[in-house]
């Protein structure tokens, strides 16, 4: 007897299609399901691949029309971010939104149990709650970008890649027969080169303003603030005899600030928007362990809860804070909530 429906969200990956795999032979009754998001000659050509996937593996197909949604919830968000002089983070945005949120009703209005996906996590289900844990292959790990999962969410999706690495994944994809690589993986997927501030100057035009260094001396000029982020060092067209970095970007008054290293280390951050896996915030001041980007290292932190915003005390400083970016808490490997970094404090 089947364990259960699941719906795999099928990318065209070799991810995805493993997951599928895994989830067939452990007897769960299978279907393939994918997202056309974004009208382009890459996005036919997953959309080809995800229904060859289902051929191969012999499950039904099903395909899913979210463009509208998807440039609604994540790309004017992404624009919008970048507007404001913030870095955001729209794989987040996705997974909260669209594949957490529209593709998981749309499975569960077919008649499956669970929707699944190629990320690696885990996740533990038990009678009163669901945890949101890291992937047995930790330089694999996705789960910073799933903070944003509740335990209603969490009952009816599987990561069924939690508990291999990458190169197991491989292999078992290539001895059924399925796709085992693709092509090399983009930061964003509805941008096709990494150039954001050419998508974005398409969408809104760019100001040119002011480049000043921390006492408000002026620099010289940048090309709009959507070309740059916090931290950066090069391409800023100024020649100096020092090495200089964004330290803080300002639309209000459509400035870049400049400064040394030291200037970009901040020991405290103030996070919004915030999702705790439980479902409830904590109370009282806690110790977790904390991410503010998804490439970062862990480092302890102290929580201050302050109405709907935290206030992050680190024991270390933290390099280049970066607002709209996402930071996410963990104790031991399990995920207990996160938010999107509002400001950064010396």
């Not at 931290?231 to 400035?255: F, K, M, T, V, W």
């Not at 904590?282 to 998804?294: C, D, L, N, S, V």
């Amino acid at each position: 007897m089947p364990k259960g429906k699941v719906a795999v969200a099928l990318s065209g990956g070799v991810d995805s299609s493993a997951a599928a795999l895994l989830l067939k032979e452990s007897a769960y009754e299978v279907m393939g399901i994918h997202m056309r998001l974004w009208d382009s000659p890459h996005s036919e050509y997953h959309a080809h691949r995800a229904e060859n996937i289902c051929r191969i593996l012999d499950i039904p197909y099903h395909q899913v029309e979210l463009q509208e949604e998807f440039e609604s919830c994540v790309v004017d968000y992404f624009c919008r971010e970048y507007q404001q002089g913030r870095t955001p983070n729209p794989c987040v945005a996705c997974n909260q939104y669209i594949k957490f949120g529209l593709l998981l009703d749309k499975a569960l209005s077919l008649g499956t149990d669970y929707l699944a996906t190629g990320h690696y996590a885990r996740v533990e289900h038990s009678s009163d709650r669901h945890r949101l844990l890291k992937a047995a292959d930790t330089r694999k790990d996705q789960s910073y970008f799933l903070y944003t999962l509740t335990q209603e969410k969490l009952g009816h999706v599987l990561f069924p890649l939690g508990g291999h690495s990458k190169d197991e994944v491989k292999q078992m994809a290539k001895q059924a027969g399925l796709p085992a690589t693709t092509r090399s993986s983009q930061d964003i997927c509805f941008i096709s080169q990494k150039n954001y501030g050419y998508f974005l100057n398409q969408r809104f035009p760019s100001t040119p303003g002011d480049i000043v260094d921390t006492r408000g001396r002026k620099l010289g000029q940048h090309r709009g603030i959507v070309f740059y982020t916090i931290g950066q060092r090069h391409g800023l067209g100024l020649a100096s005899d020092r090495p200089l970095y964004i330290i803080s970007i300002e639309p209000e008054s459509n400035r870049i600030v400049l400064g040394q290293e030291k200037e970009l280390y901040s020991q405290k951050l103030t996070a919004q928007k915030l999702n705790w896996i439980s479902g409830k915030a904590p109370r009282e001041p806690i110790t977790a362990k904390a991410k503010i980007r998804y490439k970062s290292k862990e480092t302890e932190a102290v929580l201050f809860f302050r109405n709907d915003a935290v206030e992050v005390h680190f024991a270390q400083p933290q390099k280049a804070v970066t607002p709209g970016q996402a930071i996410v808490f963990y104790n031991k490997g399990e995920v207990l909530g996160g938010g999107i970094i509002n400001q950064m404090q010396k």
